[in-house]
Each structure stands twice: as structure tokens, then as C-alpha cells.
């Protein structure tokens, strides 16, 4: 059983910078694939980004990519999500999603999510 656990979450103006981490506990890490969702009021959970076990990396291409970086760390049983250029519209609860890299089916440990606010 795979525990993760978000942090770095807070309030900023549009155009600034927020770092999340998601420290996980519980499985062997560098065989997890990783992931960031995110949902913001009254709409439905949105991919954000994905690291593989092998570091492939993918992004929501029409939301996020330029602006935000996925990272991990497998020493450390972390990934991170650099975020930049903030938007408004950047507003949501963010949430770190694992699975297993032998799992054929979606992701299947979540953490308890982190708000992120972005002020106009």
C-alpha cells in the first residue's frame, strides 16, 4: 500500500511560482509511475502531468506545458511539480496519483490534494 502525501500548496499572484511535492511511503518508488491532477470548483479532475518509472515525462499540452515541470526523485521518494507563468485559471486542488508500472488500469493511490489559489 502506497501512501502519498502533497505539500507546497498556498495562494499567489498570476505570474508566480509554486513548487509541489509529493512524498510517498509504503511501496518500492522507483517502480511507480507518477502523475498530478488537479481539480479546480465545479469541474471534473484534469490530468496535469506524469513522470514513468523510466522518467518519461507527458503534460497536458493545452493547459500546462511550458509552464510547469515534472520531477522525481526516487532517492528521496518524492516528485515534484514546478509551476510557473501561474494563471487564475491555474486555481484547483492538485493531487499526486500513483500506480504501479506493471498496472494495467489507472492510477491507483491518491493523496488528499493541496490547494493551490491564483489571485488576478
Known amino acids: 500500500q502506497v501512501q502519498l502525501v502533497e505539500s507546497g500548496g498556498g495562494l499567489v499572484q498570476a505570474g508566480g511560482s509554486l513548487r509541489l511535492s509529493c512524498a510517498a511511503s509504503?511501496?518500492?518508488?522507483?517502480?511507480?509511475?507518477l502523475g498530478w491532477f488537479r481539480q479546480a470548483p465545479g469541474k471534473e479532475r484534469e490530468f496535469v502531468a506524469a513522470?514513468?518509472?523510466?522518467?518519461?515525462?507527458?503534460y497536458n499540452e493545452d493547459s500546462v506545458k511550458g509552464r510547469f515541470t515534472i520531477s522525481r526523485d526516487n532517492a528521496k521518494n518524492v516528485v515534484n511539480l514546478l509551476m510557473n507563468s501561474l494563471k487564475p485559471e491555474d486555481t484547483a486542488v492538485y493531487y499526486c496519483?500513483?500506480?504501479?508500472?506493471?498496472?494495467?488500469?489507472?492510477?491507483?493511490?491518491w493523496g488528499q490534494g493541496t490547494q493551490v489559489t491564483v489571485s488576478s
Open positions: 513522470i514513468g518509472w523510466r522518467f518519461g515525462i507527458q
Open positions: 496519483a500513483a500506480k504501479a508500472q506493471w498496472s494495467t488500469g489507472g492510477y491507483e493511490y
Open positions: 509504503g511501496g518500492t518508488f522507483s517502480y511507480y509511475n
